[in-house]
């Protein structure tokens, strides 16, 4: 699922283990077992974290910024390192610890999200230093990037690639893969929640934590269950808003998510019509078909950008699908869309698309943080995609894959003419790419934890409220959910329900009710 995002658009801010591995999970230790034999990680749990002041004309005065190093692999610790960026406004009351954010994607860079949005999280810190984090691949923690691969890729689901040389369309999928392995480095084949969820441990021991503190939205939430299950006993107050799925395949997750972000555009559409700015004019059903045609226009006849790249209908599909997440964005991309129509300027809808904004001109050698500067312009995209197909077994063959392509580019364009071929397509990245993990789908269940908190947004455009209801029954009895009966990816930031029960939740151990709900937030007090 995409990020969840503050009411700012995403400018730039100046400023699968193996055996071994799984072992170590299962028994939830941090270092060398009994008899010795599994990989030494005591050097990573006897950090401590070094803070300072954040770099950045935009980060806030009081954010503090620092770094956590983790295995590159951790079945082969002694293979290289990675530096993780971190964040933190520190806690302003009788501090109990600190509290851990996710702010979805995957994908998402914690560090910058939480320099624009952290006032949503200020009451936080009357218990907890608030601390977020760029996970391996993200961000400034060696960021990926698939250079022109997204659109290698994305040439496969055109209209004529199901007519076509299906062979034609395989090299075109190859190409994508080998495009991103060489622009990503050597964090590409480690990517993934699983790893991400043991990086989450390693920080909770360098922020001086036996338990994990933890708010995770949208994908965050993924990553929270997987932690859950991985490291039961180190669970402290841990909260899942906006909950993902366990067990769909991508495919079945990408035509769910083309729905709701397909309603999700609709509703702006509406909104926009009323307006006499609007660029598409007052009438909502020709509004619809001029985003359509707008789209498949930038498709055929993409348009310059100041960073030396074309601006295709594809770009503006993701520019899109980010901005949607929050009705606080919609003024934003009213005027994005109008420079864009107008103008042809394309700066606006492209800062919603991405936290960076230029392509490095290498990779990052060692595993160290990279200036902000040299985060790649794709990387929410480019990680997003491998994130998801390093959680997600299923490898259709390439026979499957052309034997299936034109029922599968009905059925997402069914589901969505503007963001079909966008959910499509990150679907296709995955094949060329190493099987995904089969961790999550089989074995994040009946976690034996202190009980967790589950927000589901009935509304949500991106997390069904039936993932929730799922997830909750695959985690067992720590799962507690609350229902929110409102509108929007996520409830924390939209609901003063749901923001005041998490908060009691994080801050005194208070949990709702099983079976409790937050109304539509035009109806609360």
């Known amino acids: 699922m995409l990020a969840k995002l503050s ?9 699968v283990t193996g055996a071994v591995g799984l072992a170590l999970v299962a028994a939830g230790l941090p270092a060398v077992a009994s008899d010795g034999t599994e990989p030494d990680l005591t050097r990573f749990y006897e950090q ?7 770099e950045g004309d935009d980060m806030p005065e009081d954010l503090q910024c620092g770094k956590v190093t983790v295995p590159l692999d951790y079945a082969s610790p002694k293979a290289g390192t990675l530096d993780l960026a971190l964040a933190r406004y520190r806690a302003t009351g009788k501090k109990r610890g600190s509290v851990l954010l996710n702010f979805g994607g995957p994908g998402g860079a914690g560090v910058s999200e939480l320099g624009a949005g952290g006032h949503d999280f200020m009451g936080l810190t ?17 960021p990926v990037s698939c250079g022109d691969g997204a659109g290698d890729a994305s040439a496969a689901t055109d209209d004529s690639a199901a007519t076509g040389d299906p062979q034609a369309v395989l090299a075109q999928l190859k190409k994508a893969a080998a495009e991103c392995a060489k622009h990503s480095g050597p964090v590409l084949p480690h990517i993934g929640t699983v790893n991400a969820s ?11 934590d036996k338990k994990l503190n ?4 949208s994908y965050g939430t993924r990553l929270g269950a997987v932690y859950a299950a991985q490291f039961p006993k180190k669970v402290g107050r841990l909260v899942l808003d906006g909950v993902d799925t366990l067990t769909e395949p991508m495919s079945e997750q990408g035509v769910a998510g083309a729905e709701g972000q397909q309603t999700a555009l609709e509703d702006f559409v509406n909104w926009c019509t009323k307006d006499i700015a609007c660029p598409f004019g007052q009438d909502p059903r020709d509004a619809r078909e001029q985003v359509v045609q707008l789209v498949d226009s930038l498709d055929e006849d993409p348009v310059p950008t100041d960073f030396g790249q074309e601006f295709t209908g594809q770009d503006l599909v993701g520019a899109i699908s980010q901005a949607l997440y929050s009705q606080e964005l919609w003024p934003s991309l009213e005027r994005a869309l109008a420079q864009l129509v107008e103008d042809g300027d394309t700066r ?11 392509l490095p001109t290498r990779q990052q050698a060692g595993g160290g943080l990279v200036d902000e500067n040299d985060v790649p312009l794709d990387n929410l995209p480019a990680a997003l995609m491998a994130i998801n197909c390093a959680d997600d077994p299923d490898r259709p063959s390439a026979d499957r894959i052309i034997k299936d392509l034109g029922r599968l580019r009905a059925e997402y364009e069914q589901a969505s003419p503007v963001f079909g071929r966008y959910r499509l397509t990150e679907l296709l990245m995955c094949y060329g790419r190493p099987k995904g993990t089969d ?6 269940r009946d976690v034996h934890s202190p009980k967790m908190l589950l927000v589901g947004t009935r509304g949500d455009p991106a997390t069904p409220y039936r993932w929730t209801v799922e997830t909750a029954k695959r985690l067992g009895s720590s799962a507690v959910v609350l229902d929110n009966k409102g509108e929007g990816h996520t409830g924390y930031a939209s609901s003063k329900c749901v923001h005041g029960k998490v908060d009691d939740f994080l801050l005194y151990g208070t949990l709702p009710p099983t079976g409790s709900s937050c109304g539509p937030e035009e109806d609360d007090d």
């Open 198 to 208: 043991r990086d989450l441990d390693v920080m909770r021991q360098a922020l001086g």
């Open 126 to 142: 009357n218990a907890y230093d608030v601390v977020t984090f760029d996970p391996r691949g993200v961000g400034r923690s060696s």
């Open 348 to 358: 606006g809808v492209m800062g919603f698309a991405s936290g960076g904004a230029v």
């Open 439 to 444: 961790f999550i789908r089989e074995d994040v």
């Open 7 to 15: 009411s700012r658009p995403a400018v730039r801010r100046c400023a």
């Open 48 to 54: 401590k974290v070094t803070w300072s002041k954040c």
């Open 214 to 217: 933890y708010l995770g939205f």
